[in-house]
């Protein structure tokens, strides 16, 4: 692993590691430890498309010790880490995360080429994290190339079929006010009324909009495109 690969794939670990919902938690590289191959069968893991393409996947000793999951009716632990991963594929640039989902990561995390990383608190080992560069950009040939050929490179492309997501505000409730919901129970979002939605791209805040009715239904009018920086959340 190069200089530079080895300072991305930290610097994406940081970032995760502070982006968790545990407290306290610090990444450094490790050894990987025996024994997890078969933890890793159950990781979440995700691929990030961009300038440089990353795949990850992260396994946590003991998934119901994090905030907002008790192992009955909660959100799924991959929509809980969804933030966390965004956090540290967005350390690499613009780009797109796919879906977050569980599978078996124990080729990635026993892969050579893969920063390997230790999640630890003050309590000890939490969990274990492994981010693989996949793609580097190549400045030269971009500015290179003409815009057709840019043209032809998203072509291959078009078709692919991406969530779009629209978000009127966001909340964090301890597991027990969760419990506590019931009909007619109102719950208080970050966002002021009248403010814009947010328009999300496989999880990345692309656009503003208003939210309005066409037909009964609901849409959201486009208001404003963001540009990279201003869509990192």
Same mark, same amino acid.
């Given at each position: 692993m190069t200089v530079a690969?080895?300072?991305?794939?930290?610097?994406?670990?940081?970032?995760?590691?502070?982006?968790?919902?545990?407290?306290?938690?610090?990444?450094?590289? @490790?050894?990987?430890?025996?024994?997890?191959?078969?933890?890793?069968?159950?990781?979440?893991?995700?691929?990030?498309?961009?300038?440089?393409?990353?795949?990850?996947?992260?396994?946590?000793?003991?998934?119901?010790?994090?905030?907002?999951?008790?192992?009955?009716?909660s959100l799924p632990l991959e929509t809980i880490l969804r933030p966390a991963l965004e956090a540290a594929v967005d350390t690499l640039g613009a780009g797109v995360l796919g879906e977050v989902r569980r599978d078996d990561a124990s080729a990635l995390m026993a892969d050579a080429q893969a920063g390997f990383f230790e999640l630890r608190t003050a309590l000890g080992v939490v969990g274990w994290l492994a981010v693989r560069?996949?793609?580097?950009?190549?400045?030269?040939?971009?500015?290179?190339?003409?815009?057709?050929?840019?043209?032809?490179?998203? @072509?291959?492309?078009?078709?692919?079929?991406?969530?779009?997501?629209?978000?009127?505000?966001?909340?964090?409730?301890?597991?027990?006010?969760?419990?506590?919901?019931?009909?007619?129970a109102v719950v208080e979002l970050d966002r002021s009324a009248g403010a814009p939605a947010d328009i999300l791209l496989n999880g990345r805040r692309i656009a503003l909009g208003e939210i309005v009715v066409v037909d009964q239904d609901y849409a959201v009018r486009v208001t404003k495109i963001l540009d990279v920086q201003d869509g990192l959340r």
């Open positions: 690969t080895a300072s991305s794939t930290a610097a994406a670990a940081e970032a995760l590691a502070q982006s968790l919902p545990i407290a306290g938690v610090t990444a450094s590289a @490790a050894p990987r430890p025996r024994g997890l191959a078969a933890q890793a069968a159950s990781a979440v893991v995700a691929s990030f498309v961009g300038a440089t393409s990353a795949d990850v996947g992260l396994v946590l000793k003991d998934p119901l010790s994090i905030e907002g999951l008790d192992g009955g009716d560069l996949t793609a580097h950009a190549e400045p030269t040939r971009e500015l290179d190339a003409g815009p057709s050929d840019a043209m032809d490179r998203l @072509a291959r492309i078009n078709d692919v079929e991406m969530v779009l997501t629209v978000e009127i505000g966001r909340t964090r409730m301890p597991v027990r006010s969760v419990l506590g919901l019931e009909p007619g």
